[in-house]
């Protein structure tokens, strides 16, 4: 039996590649003469960096950057021949042929995961790491940078990115204002400067097709999550609005580009590199399943098992473990579900989707359990759940 393993993060517990791993194991033990293959999966958000490393057989290069808060934090990036990179990946993000790619996370500088639930402010917290990290690829002499969005614990635009890489920005007395954030926009009376030359094309790879602003957008959507209180709700969109004008007027580009989707993708990163680098967006689940292969290591496997922290409607409306478990079913593959919690709505769309008996779907949690308990648990649960389906 061939069973391809194609987990996403559980968040707080496993990441999607110890998640395989721990399945693989629990299969070899239950199951010895099974085939497994590992394809830990992302969409931009954790994990999409090392993932896509390894895939092209790559390099990670470490080093010191800001946090969202502008502690000091230990991030990476990737570093892959674009000749490792498979040509149907390549070209959905229409990349060269040859040289080499950068590939940034922002989570790695700027996530939520770096910041305790008391520390979380979105509006004191600045992609001014993440700017470094594209800066620090770009010295490396990188043709392109990939860059994944998600799991932010900003929503400053990317104005602290681009500040990183080299825009300045002033208040009314011309005195600068340094790691910028949503607090200090109302103080910026002034923009200055241009990206460095050298920052290369910029691709930039999301699930999210969130505008920048709105009932969908940046703020309504996502910075609640990040620690906005709902009281600020309105000073807050008001606050993005006015400084994404600014920014568009700075780089004369239409102010429509707020409208479009996947603008308000990390706290509305995706708008402001889109505006000041020309960046292209690409849907994050799609160049994975290319850059893994997704689609022909399905066809070969006899059994498809995936999940994540948590699987609800979320998870079929675009996220990876959903995309996966709707590709296997397109390939009459036998599908298993397992994640911490399923979502029982969830659950019923699937079903409905497939034959009789092709799906199963499972939930390692418990009925009251506190989280903390739960995360530890996840990888004793998960490997026992792999063995009892076997």
């Known amino acids: 039996m061939r069973v391809l393993l194609a987990f996403d993060k559980f968040k707080h517990a496993l990441s999607a590649a110890a998640a395989c791993h721990a399945a693989a ?6 199951f010895p003469s099974a085939h497994t293959d590992e394809a830990p999966l992302a969409d931009g958000g954790e994990g999409f960096c090392e993932i896509l490393t390894h895939a ?48 940034v996370e922002l989570s790695q500088a700027s996530g939520l995961q770096l910041l305790e639930p008391v520390d979380r402010d979105p509006w004191h917290a600045t992609t001014y790491g993440t700017g470094e990290l594209l800066g620090l690829a770009a010295n490396h002499h990188a043709r392109a940078i990939l860059l994944g969005l998600g799991g932010a614990a900003t929503n400053d635009l990317g104005m602290g ?23 200090k926009f109302a103080d910026l009376a002034r923009i200055t400067g241009e990206p460095w030359p050298h920052i290369p ?49 700075h780089f004369d580009q239409p102010k429509t ?12 990163t995706g708008f402001g590199l889109k505006v000041a680098c020309a960046a292209k967006l690409v849907l994050g689940f799609d160049l994975i399943s290319a850059w893994l292969q997704l689609d022909e290591r399905v066809r070969n496997a006899d059994l498809i098992i995936t999940g994540e922290g948590r699987f609800d409607r979320g998870s079929l409306s675009g ?5 996966l478990a709707e590709l ?44 903390e308990s739960s995360h530890r648990a996840t990888a004793h649960r998960l490997a026992a759940k792999i063995k009892a389906v076997f």
């Open 201 to 249: 094309d910029l691709r930039i790879a999301c699930d999210v097709r969130n505008t920048l602003l709105g009932p969908n957008g940046a703020t309504a959507m996502y910075a609640p999550q990040k620690g906005l209180v709902p009281e600020d709700y309105t000073k807050m969109e008001k606050t993005l609005g006015a400084m994404a004008k600014k920014l568009c007027s």
């Open 328 to 371: 296997a079913l397109k390939h009459h593959k036998k599908l298993v579900v397992i994640a911490g919690q399923v979502d029982e709505v969830a659950a019923t769309a699937l079903r409905a989707r497939a034959p009789a008996g092709k799906v199963a779907l499972y939930s390692l949690s418990t009925a009251g359990e506190d989280h």
């Open 56 to 103: 092209a057989k790559g390099k990670l290069h470490k080093h010191k950057v800001s946090g969202p808060r502008g502690q000091p934090v230990e991030a990476h990036y990737g570093e892959v021949d674009l000749a490792h990179v498979p040509k149907a990946a390549r070209d959905l993000a229409d990349l060269p042929d040859h040289g080499k790619l950068a590939i």
């Open 25 to 30: 194991a629990a299969i070899r033990e239950a």
């Open 161 to 183: 990115a681009l500040e990183a890489i080299g825009l300045e920005f002033r208040d009314a007395n011309g005195a600068p204002l340094h790691k910028i954030s949503p607090a």
């Open 319 to 323: 996220k990876a473990a959903g995309t």
């Open 257 to 268: 580009i707020m409208m479009e989707p996947g603008t308000g993708a990390s706290g509305g």
